[in-house]
T-cell receptor
Framework: AQSVTQLDSQVPVFEEAPVELRCNYS??????LFWYVQYPNQGLQLLLK??????LVKGINGFEAEFNKSQTSFHLRKPSVHISDTAEYFC????????????FGTGTQLKVEL | DARVTQTPRHKVTEMGQEVTMRCQPI?????VFWYRQTMMQGLELLAY????????DSGMPKDRFSAEMPDATLATLKIQPSEPRDSAVYFC????????????FGQGTRLTVV
């Protein structure tokens, strides 16, 4: 089975500052990794995904994440955040061949302040 | 614009009543998921269908919950009888197994049982 740990439940940051949201996973088999964003009263929207190839993946809204197999991490980063990035961010994992069945972390609330 | 459609968006019901939530997956998708989101438990997988057949419903309380796919365009999640502890946001998601990529989420049904 796979599991995901998001150590930070809340991350406050000032507008235009950089941010990193941490995600670590555990799995005995190879995995695919995802970051989703949830705006208030909305469903989850895919930000980016790692399936294979380059370990640095770029997503929507200026976000990127780096897959680090040795550290079993998939941290999400943005060099300069905006107020509109205020949302909850979920890291998720599925084993390769797992057919989209995702295991989610507990989420990180990103709060961007002026 | 393909999207997962969930109805109703909000539901308030009295304890003991039957609740039915509906989901229309994206046309052509062959996997459907039901997730429940609460503050305490985060996102929990309740049930998982592939090609309309239930593959995993281990996350679902069997005594009161049931999930079905009468046809490829409709998935239902029923709770009978409902209890206050069932209050949560229920998300449906669909995906394409053969591509083994992300799941696409609906906007959720916010259920309140009083």
């Amino acid at each position: 089975a796979q599991s995901v740990t998001q150590l930070d439940s809340q991350v406050p940051v000032f507008e235009e500052a950089p941010v990193e949201l941490r995600c670590n996973y555990s799995s005995s088999v190879s995995v695919y990794l995802f970051w989703y964003v949830q705006y208030p009263n909305q469903g989850l929207q895919l930000l980016l995904k790692y399936l294979s190839g380059s370990t640095l993946v770029k997503g929507i809204n200026g976000f990127e994440a780096e897959f680090n197999k040795s550290q079993t991490s998939f941290h999400l980063r943005k060099p300069s955040v905006h107020i509109s990035d205020t949302a909850e961010y979920f890291c998720a994992v599925t084993r390769t061949g797992g057919g989209n069945k995702l295991t989610f972390g507990t989420g990180t609330q990103l709060k961007v302040e002026l | 614009d393909a999207r997962v459609t969930q109805t109703p968006r909000h539901k308030v019901t009295e304890m003991g009543q039957e609740v039915t939530m509906r989901c229309q997956p994206i046309l052509g998708h062959n996997t459907v998921f039901w997730y429940r989101q609460t503050m305490m438990q985060g996102l929990e997988l309740l049930a998982y269908f592939r090609n309309r057949a239930p593959l995993d419903d281990s996350g679902m309380p069997k005594d009161r919950f049931s999930a079905e796919m009468p046809d490829a365009t409709l998935a239902t999640l029923k709770i009978q009888p409902s209890e206050p502890r069932d209050s949560a946001v229920y998300f449906c998601a669909s995906g394409l197994r053969d591509l083994n990529t992300e799941a696409f989420f609906g906007q959720g049904t916010r259920l309140t049982v009083v």
